[in-house]
């Protein structure tokens, strides 16, 4: 048991799995999530109150800079966090299933059977002393009754479908035997092993190769295709969300900066963190022409301003922003928490 | 961005940097590693030369060359009429200043046991109260230029944000007064939003200043924003070389293509039908970079090229002029690609 479990566990905790109220629809909804961590500073507040949810089949993006709190969000749903990490409050309903009430048993049937997940980096996710088709078939063997030649026939086909060359070859082979794109398919094949409704993703791509990650995002799209889970996908990278997600949550500070539909806020961004972190990407500026750069640095985690986040770098700061904004949902329907878009 | 025209006149006037056939093996026999395997390329005088690539192409390996950190196996490095593959020693230290480098991980490449003052002076070598007085004043000058204010230099790298840091490593690249700065992804690990700061502080200093970059990463848009001309490497070599423009707008090498489709752009709902998704159709090349132990025969992009024909095993291409002030290493430039050729000849996954 971790730390974090045993905290959710305190008295006044409901018999694990139970349902308390309605659950909301859809697939996954986090509501009011808040996870805070305990360092020598005091306590960081990670995540801060963040509530979103994501359609059987939808494709949803999390995009923010480093401490936004995106791999937290992450974590959490996986139930993954750090031990000095703890839920401080809020609940992640997946199919009617609060899952912060889960016990680590039922966390393990969910995880990697209706949840799978896809880290960033693959050499150290995967064990350097096993076979990688071994690794594949334990992901199958964890989940499922299936007999060793059942098994190993459905490793061999995972692999195919990953775009794997000789794919029966590749099954005995050894994680440092593998390139970086072809470990980063193994681990996507054991993701899919059991046919997960949920596919988490967390900066998939940022440790390949340019002609690699492309080759592993339209691997991602097709099994997306062929498969219809949903997926969460979360990275620093405007540009790769905006070809990959139909809905984006702008994080920053631990909190939701704006949320919508990905080609509207990509056009036209409100707040005024999104359109700085659009502005960023220097695609299309001429050579000389300054790029938007957002002044200043993310500040401190332990340090966050009281009120909006980024209330220290934002151009528009006015007297207001030092009471947190709350969300509004804008005519056409995103959401954003900025003064500037209260009346 | 310049013209074609202007291009051609930073490169045909007396350019700063020249090499001339660079190679850089590393290990012998079998073994040996084809890290920058004959590269002949100038930078003029306030002019930024970009290097794009994937790893292992030798991108860095050719910057370090160049700044002398790695020594070249043959070739000529002229810098300012000067070959510094064959200066050692004390001549080669007083030529070395004028070339400066700026690093990706400013964390791990700068003194966490030295003031900001001193990392920042290290450079420079002051002897008597008067000389250490004028060091101490330049410090300060430089620090101030780079955006960050005079009390930071009595603090210690810890105590910086990664933003701050590549400052306090740009700061201390200028210190010397090079006339040709390497930044080898220089903006690599930093927050976008950081790195465009980055990029203006960059931009400014070379207006104001002069001098020179060649601009290593392996982001392609960054490279586009910040180069005149850019060449493109992969396994040792530069298989193209042009204007941002050419290269960016008009792309021959078929590896290029490759590259610049997989570079995803952000994309809203402008584009046709409504969707976020797929705006440019994607050339997905088969496979991974070979290894530089034992490169393919002939043109080293064959094996994962959609055109190689035989002639491609057989034949390593020259990087020739296709257009003026465009070159390319292929056997069919100049045949086939005149315009964008976004469109995948055929896609391959």
């Known amino acids: 048991m971790t730390h974090a479990d045993r905290r959710l566990s305190a008295p006044g905790a409901q018999a694990p799995g139970a349902v308390v109220g309605a659950p909301p629809g859809g697939l996954l909804s986090v509501e009011d999530l808040r996870v805070h961590f305990t360092t020598k500073r005091g306590v960081v507040r990670a995540v801060d109150g963040i509530?979103?949810?994501?359609?059987?089949?939808?494709?949803l993006g999390i995009v923010g800079e480093s401490g936004s709190g995106k791999t937290i969000t992450a974590?959490?749903?996986?139930?993954?966090?750090?031990?000095?990490?703890?839920?401080?409050?809020?609940?992640?309903?997946?199919?009617?299933?609060?899952?912060?009430?889960?016990?680590?048993?039922?966390?393990?049937a969910v995880r990697g059977n209706d949840i799978g997940l896809i880290p960033q980096d693959p050499m150290t996710t995967l064990n350097p002393l096993v076979r990688v088709g071994q690794q594949i078939s334990e992901a199958l063997h964890a989940h499922q009754r299936i007999g060793r030649a059942a098994a190993s026939a459905r490793v061999v086909e995972l692999l195919r479908q990953m775009g794997m060359p000789?794919?029966?070859?590749?099954?005995?082979?050894?994680?440092?035997?593998?390139?970086?794109?072809?470990?980063?398919?193994?681990?996507?094949?054991?993701?899919?092993?059991?046919?997960?409704?949920?596919?988490?993703?967390?900066?998939?791509?940022?440790?390949?190769?340019?002609?690699?990650q492309a080759q592993i995002l339209s691997l991602i799209r097709d099994v997306q295709d062929r498969t219809?889970?949903?997926?969460?996908?979360?990275?620093?990278?405007?540009?790769?969300?905006?070809?990959?997600?139909?809905?984006?949550?702008?994080?920053?500070g631990g909190r939701i900066m704006e949320r919508g539909a990905t080609g509207q806020i990509m056009r036209d961004p409100k707040h005024p963190y999104t359109a700085g972190l659009i502005g960023s990407v220097p695609t299309g500026t001429r050579k000389g022409t300054p790029l938007t750069a957002i002044p200043g640095t993310v500040p401190d985690p332990s340090a966050m301003p009281a009120g909006c986040p980024f209330a220290t770098r934002c151009d528009h700061v006015m007297d207001r922003c030092a009471t947190a904004p709350p969300y509004s949902t804008l005519p056409d329907g995103r959401k954003i928490a900025c003064w500037l878009h209260e009346d | 961005?310049?013209?074609?025209?202007?291009?051609?006149?930073?490169?045909?006037?007396?350019?700063?940097?020249?090499?001339?056939?660079?190679?850089?093996?590393?290990?012998?026999?079998?073994?040996?590693?084809?890290?920058?395997?004959?590269?002949?390329?100038?930078?003029?005088?306030?002019?930024?030369?970009?290097?794009?690539?994937?790893?292992?192409?030798?991108?860095?390996?050719?910057?370090?060359?160049?700044?002398?950190?790695?020594?070249a196996t043959s070739g000529r490095i002229l810098f300012e009429g000067q070959d510094l593959a064959k200066l050692r020693g004390s001549r080669l230290d007083r030529v070395r200043p004028g070339i400066q480098m700026v690093f990706q991980d400013p964390r791990g490449s700068l003194d966490p046991q030295m003031r900001v003052a001193e990392i920042v002076g290290e450079g420079v070598?002051?002897?008597?109260?008067?000389?250490?007085?004028?060091?101490?004043?330049?410090?300060?000058?430089?620090?101030?230029?780079?955006?960050?204010?005079?009390?930071?230099?009595?603090?210690?790298?810890?105590?910086?944000?990664?933003g701050q840091l590549q400052r306090i490593g740009i700061a201390r690249a200028l210190i010397r007064s090079p006339r040709l700065v390497i930044a080898d992804e220089a903006v690599s690990a930093l927050d976008v939003s950081v790195q465009s700061q980055i990029l203006n502080l960059l931009t400014g200093l070379q207006q104001d200043l002069g001098v020179s970059y060649i601009f290593i990463s392996h982001n392609l848009s960054v490279v586009e924003y910040m180069s005149d001309r850019v060449g493109v490497m992969y396994l040792?070599?530069?298989?193209?070389?042009?204007?941002?423009?050419?290269?960016?707008?008009?792309?021959?090498?078929?590896?290029?293509?490759?590259?610049?489709?997989?570079?995803?752009?952000?994309?809203?709902?402008?584009?046709?039908?409504?969707?976020?998704?797929?705006?440019r159709e994607r050339i997905v090349l088969r496979g991974d970079v070979p290894s530089p132990v034992n490169p393919p025969s002939g043109c080293r992009f064959r094996t994962r090229c959609w055109m190689a024909q035989d002639i491609c095993a057989a034949e390593a291409p020259e990087l020739r002029e296709v257009e003026p002030g465009h070159w390319s290493a292929c056997h069919f430039s100049g045949q086939h690609a005149q315009g964008h050729t976004n469109e995948p000849a055929e896609a391959l996954s």
């Open chain 1, 51 to 59: 509530s979103f949810d994501i359609q059987p089949g939808g494709r």
């Open chain 2, 236 to 279: 040792g070599k530069i298989v193209e070389l042009g204007t941002a423009a050419d290269i960016y707008n008009r792309p021959l090498m078929p590896y290029t293509q490759a590259l610049l489709s997989a570079t995803p752009e952000v994309a809203d709902d402008r584009a046709q039908n409504g969707s976020a998704q797929g705006r």
């Open chain 1, 228 to 252: 219809g889970s949903a997926i969460l996908l979360i990275s620093h990278d405007v540009a790769i969300i905006s070809q990959m997600c139909t809905d984006v949550i702008v994080m920053y």
């Open chain 2, 1 to 71: 961005m310049k013209t074609d025209e202007n291009a051609r006149t930073a490169a045909d006037g007396a350019p700063l940097l020249e090499l001339d056939d660079v190679r850089t093996y590393f290990g012998h026999g079998s073994r040996r590693v084809h890290a920058v395997d004959g590269v002949s390329v100038t930078v003029g005088p306030g002019e930024t030369l970009g290097l794009v690539g994937e790893s292992g192409c030798g991108k860095t390996t050719l910057g370090r060359t160049i700044m002398q950190l790695e020594r």
């Open chain 1, 75 to 108: 974590m959490s749903i996986m139930r993954l966090l750090d031990p000095d990490g703890m839920v401080a409050g809020g609940s992640i309903w997946f199919r009617g299933r609060d899952l912060m009430r889960l016990g680590e048993k039922e966390l393990r």
């Open chain 2, 125 to 162: 070598r002051a002897v008597g109260r008067p000389a250490r007085k004028a060091r101490a004043d330049r410090v300060a000058e430089i620090i101030e230029r780079v955006g960050l204010s005079t009390e930071y230099l009595s603090r210690y790298p810890h105590e910086f944000s990664g």
């Open chain 1, 166 to 212: 000789d794919p029966e070859a590749q099954a005995g082979a050894y994680p440092h035997q593998l390139s970086g794109g072809m470990r980063q398919r193994v681990l996507i094949a054991m993701a899919l092993a059991n046919e997960p409704e949920l596919l988490v993703l967390d900066e998939p791509t940022t440790a390949l190769d340019a002609t690699v």
